[in-house]
């Protein structure tokens, strides 16, 4: 069965930075777009970021656009987050996600881990 299992959460001060970790399994990673959203307590799950299939193609939310970066390593089965200059607003749960269509809204994806906490003080 499909499995997306986060890591790298953590509580830090601003500034600093995280890499988020998805590693996938139960389906052929590489032939799938990938995509991080986030939930902020009290708010509504947001788009991140997304990566197509073949690693070609990119998609940032404004929020974070400069600052973070999406990538995947097919050999691992694994999609990352890079996030750099942390802000007290980046504070939330991030969520890893399968995409079965292009696109930025939730819809788009089909199968989600549980999340893995950020908090970041100021």
């Known amino acids: 069965q499909v499995q997306l299992v986060e890591s790298g959460g953590g509580s830090v001060q601003a500034g600093v930075s995280l890499r988020l970790s998805c590693a996938a399994s139960?389906?052929?990673?590489?032939?799938?777009?990938m995509g991080w959203f986030r939930q902020a307590p009290g708010k509504e799950r947001e788009f991140v970021a997304r990566?197509?299939?073949?690693?070609?193609?990119?998609d940032y939310a404004d929020a974070v656009m400069g600052r973070f970066t999406i990538s995947r390593d097919d050999a691992k089965s694994t999609v990352y987050l890079q996030m750099n200059r942390l802000k007290p607003q980046d504070t939330a749960v991030y969520f890893c996600t399968r995409g079965r269509e292009p696109g930025v809204e939730s819809g788009s994806y089909d199968y989600w881990g549980q999340g893995t906490p950020v908090t970041v003080s100021s």
């Open positions: 990566i197509s299939w073949n690693g070609g193609s990119t």
């Open positions: 139960g389906f052929t990673f590489s032939s799938y777009n």
